[in-house]
């Protein structure tokens, strides 16, 4: 697992308050994570502040499982698919 796997499921976990165990690749945020329109944009915002990107609304709009998000953040700074 790299970096931005592992950020990405601690940041999900923190801002939806769900057990790391359920913060799966395949978890999906809305049907698993039970996450909201406005819990989306928080965690845009969060991911933002923490990998230093920018974050459109056509990507949020696209961000449906923890593994969209991981190619999201990996897109935009693949210095650190490492």
Do not use: G
């Not at 974050?55 to 693949?78: A, F, G, L, S, Y």
Request: hydrophobic letters at 45%.
């Amino acid at each position: 697992m790299n970096m931005i796997t592992t950020d990405v499921q601690n940041i999900v976990a923190d801002l939806l308050a769900v057990d790391l165990d359920e913060v799966t690749l395949d978890a999906r945020l809305i049907e698993d994570l039970n996450a909201d329109s406005l819990d989306a944009v928080e965690l845009a915002m969060s991911l933002e502040e923490h990998f230093e990107i920018t974050v459109e609304d056509d990507e949020i709009e696209r961000m449906n499982t923890v593994n969209d998000i991981v190619n999201t953040i990996t897109k935009h700074r693949p210095d650190l698919e490492v």
